[in-house]
């Protein structure tokens, strides 16, 4: 169940597959137990309140990034921005943490924002590996902001609360945005870029009046969870029939047309994450039959290391994974494993969600396999061989940021603790 994996994954076989074939193998020859419980604990994992949201917080992404909105939220940022040096890199962070906070997926905001800034952004004078960098590291802030796909996957598998991991996510994801803008003011300066304009009240008027159907979104629907008038997945129902009164009868950017073309695209996303979540079941299962969590666990508890130093240990072997797993694998698969380590430690599950999920958000960018680089790299053609020191230093600004939220719990937990 460790050699296996690992050869399949070398030989490039898709995660689910691997996690499938692994099982199979594994019951077969080494597990004790009948072939039925395959799909049985495959129907199991999908069998989830929390997984519901899934499919229409997906839908939603879709629906507001053809549909214009994506764009009147670039315009009201960059009409914030304007009289700040560096305004049009600052707007890329700003535009993908609103984004993020629609979408909740890291690949749909470089996507959606990338398409509309990368260019720009050239344009003023940043080089190609800057612009590329900034733009797939933006992209993993919507893998923190909520509503994030991430977060929902892990309340499901440690079995928390979504709508308290949403709310301990908003710190940490202002955080990271806050230490990108301020790492962007410095490079700006000491490269002498001057693309900023002058702020215009006129001009943040008539982009806020022009925005705020569009900025709406996340108001209405993370403000309902907060205040507890829907649960998350009815949040994620409003948000797609939000989206189409908004796209498709007031702007009028999206055709009806158009907007069965993004529900055939939110299909076959949700199929891919869902098939993942259905095999992550099963081996994770075996995994637990086997006793390999709580075997990890007393191997960990028996070092007597501090707690700081299991942590540093965890971030080091989850910045390993995400380099070469997607998030939702990588969740699926080690929280089984993990939870019951940092339980025996006792940490806050909410708060080692967080950290989890930055972790992973830091994978999506960071070389060789990182998710954003790839969408990021085929959008812009840029080569890897400029991508990747573009990258270097927006992973350096979130390592610290890893490291403020894994041993500064109150930044995770100071919300929930406010709103409790």
């Given at each position: 169940?460790?050699?296996?994996p690992?050869a399949?994954?070398?030989?490039?076989?898709?995660?689910?597959?691997?996690l499938?074939v692994?099982?199979?193998?594994?019951?077969a020859?080494?597990?004790?137990?009948?072939?039925?419980?395959?799909?049985?604990?495959m129907f199991?994992?999908?069998?989830?309140?929390?997984?519901?949201?899934v499919?229409?917080?997906?839908?939603?992404?879709?629906i507001?990034?053809?549909?214009?909105?994506?764009?009147?939220?670039?315009?009201?940022?960059?009409?914030?921005?304007?009289?700040?040096?560096?305004?049009?890199?600052?707007?890329?962070?700003?535009?993908?943490?609103?984004?993020?906070?629609?979408?909740?997926?890291?690949?749909?905001?470089?996507?959606?924002?990338?398409?509309?800034?990368y260019?720009?952004?050239?344009?003023?004078?940043?080089?190609?590996?800057?612009?590329?960098?900034?733009?797939?590291?933006s992209g993993?802030?919507?893998?923190?902001?909520?509503p994030s796909?991430?977060?929902i996957?892990?309340?499901?598998?440690?079995?928390q609360s979504?709508s308290?991991?949403?709310?301990?996510?908003?710190?940490?994801?202002l955080?990271?945005?806050l230490?990108?803008?301020?790492?962007?003011?410095?490079?700006?300066?000491?490269?002498?870029i001057?693309?900023?304009?002058?702020?215009?009240?006129?001009?943040?008027?008539?982009?806020?009046?022009?925005?705020?159907?569009?900025?709406?979104?996340?108001?209405?629907?993370l403000?309902?969870?907060?205040?507890g008038?829907?649960?998350?997945?009815?949040?994620?129902?409003?948000?797609?029939?939000?989206?189409?009164?908004?796209?498709?009868?007031i702007?009028?950017?999206?055709?009806?047309?158009?907007?069965?073309?993004?529900?055939v695209?939110?299909?076959r996303l949700?199929?891919?994450?869902?098939?993942i979540?259905?095999?992550?079941?099963?081996?994770?299962?075996?995994?637990?039959?086997?006793?390999?969590?709580?075997?990890?666990?007393a191997?960990?508890?028996?070092l007597?290391?501090?707690?700081?130093?299991?942590?540093?240990?965890?971030?080091?072997?989850?910045?390993?994974?995400?380099c070469?797993l997607?998030?939702?694998?990588?969740?699926?698969?080690?929280?089984?494993?993990?939870?019951?380590?940092?339980?025996?430690?006792?940490?806050?599950?909410?708060?080692?969600g967080?950290?989890?999920?930055?972790n992973?958000?830091?994978?999506?960018?960071?070389p060789?396999?990182?998710?954003?680089?790839?969408?990021?790299?085929?959008?812009?053609?840029?080569p890897l061989?400029k991508?990747?020191?573009?990258?270097?230093?927006?992973?350096l600004?979130?390592?610290?940021?890893l490291?403020?939220?894994t041993y500064?719990?109150?930044?995770?937990?100071l919300?929930?603790?406010?709103?409790?």
């Open positions: 169940m460790a050699v296996l690992i399949l994954l070398i030989l490039g076989f898709p995660i689910f597959t691997i499938l692994s099982s199979i193998v594994a019951m020859t080494v597990i004790d137990m009948p072939v039925t419980l395959l799909h049985t604990k199991d994992s999908v069998d989830s309140l929390a997984l519901i949201s499919p229409f917080f997906i839908f939603a992404g879709g507001m990034a053809q549909g214009g909105i994506s764009q009147r939220i670039v315009d009201w940022v960059l009409s914030i921005m304007g009289g700040v040096r560096g305004s049009l890199a600052l707007t890329t962070v700003g535009t993908s943490t609103v984004f993020g906070a629609i979408s909740g997926s890291s690949p749909a905001t470089v996507a959606a924002v990338g398409g509309m800034l260019t720009p952004l050239r344009e003023k004078g940043y080089e190609q590996s800057y612009a590329a960098g900034l733009i797939a590291s993993a802030i919507a893998s923190i902001i909520p796909i991430v977060m996957l892990y309340g499901a598998s440690a079995e979504v308290d991991l949403f709310i301990a996510g908003i710190l940490p994801g955080l990271i945005a230490l990108m803008a301020l790492y962007i003011t410095l490079y700006v300066r000491r490269r002498g001057r693309e900023s304009g002058s702020f215009e009240l006129r001009r943040f008027g008539r982009a806020t009046w022009r925005g705020a159907l569009a900025l709406g979104t996340p108001v209405i629907v403000g309902g969870i907060y205040l008038a829907f649960s998350p997945t009815e949040a994620a129902g409003l948000a797609c029939l939000y989206g189409i009164i908004v796209a498709c009868v702007y009028r950017a999206l055709t009806w047309k158009g907007l069965w073309g993004v529900a695209e939110s299909v949700t199929a891919q994450v869902l098939i979540v259905a095999a992550a079941g099963v081996f994770s299962h075996l995994l637990t039959v086997e006793g390999v969590p709580q075997s990890i666990a191997t960990i508890q028996g007597k290391a501090p707690d700081w130093a299991v942590l540093l240990v965890i971030n080091l072997f989850l910045l390993l994974i995400g070469v997607d998030p939702a694998s990588a969740i699926l698969v080690l929280t089984p494993i993990l939870v019951p380590i940092v339980r025996a430690l006792g940490i806050d599950l909410i708060h080692f967080i950290i989890m999920t930055v992973l958000s830091i994978g999506m960018f960071t060789p396999f990182g998710l954003n680089i790839f969408v990021t790299q085929a959008m812009f053609k840029v061989s991508l990747y020191p573009g990258l270097l230093p927006f992973i600004v979130n390592l610290v940021a490291l403020i939220v500064v719990p109150e930044l995770s937990l919300l929930l603790r406010f709103m409790g």
